[in-house]
């Protein structure tokens, strides 16, 4: 039996439930089922032998489904294998550098730090021009942050790789009940 593993994330404009759908995808490709759904949407994590759980950052913070998931089900994705990612910094390098070292949202802390997750990553983002408000435009142009889709694929599915590593090496987990 392999794992059954939750892929949850909250994107606003897409790019995020891409970079999920690329997660999930290697996972089933590695040999493991994976259920790819916006956080809104996955409902509890019982059933699931690990998580990886996901949003894209605006302002610093997650989307509110994807920070409603982890924190009502802190409890629940203790018991099991976590991953948790973001999608934010946009433009070429190192999302850390881009950053300044910025991993998590503030406001999650205490919960992230009850889950225990086994890694924390941080990909690069995308904006399109095209989707985002007017205001969004505004924010973007005073912070100085580029358009354009800045997603490293290989960097993604090498992490979704080592997540499904991890998950076979550790073999069937017993799921939450």
Known sequence: MSAKVIV???SKYGATAEIAQKIGDV???EGLEADIKPADQAGKPEGYSAAVIGSGV???RWRKPASRFVKSNQDSLA???VWLFSSGPTGKGDPLELTEGWRSPKALEGVIDHIKPLDTALFNGAIDDQKISGFEKFVI???KAPSGDFRDWDAIEA???AVAGT????GPQSTVP
């Open 27 to 29: 996972l089933t490709a």
């Open 58 to 60: 605006y302002y610093g």
């Open 141 to 143: 142009k005073k912070v």
């Open 8 to 10: 949850a994330y909250g």
């Open 79 to 81: 018991e099991i294998p």
């Open 167 to 170: 998950l076979k090496e550790q």
């Open 159 to 161: 992490w979704a790789r």
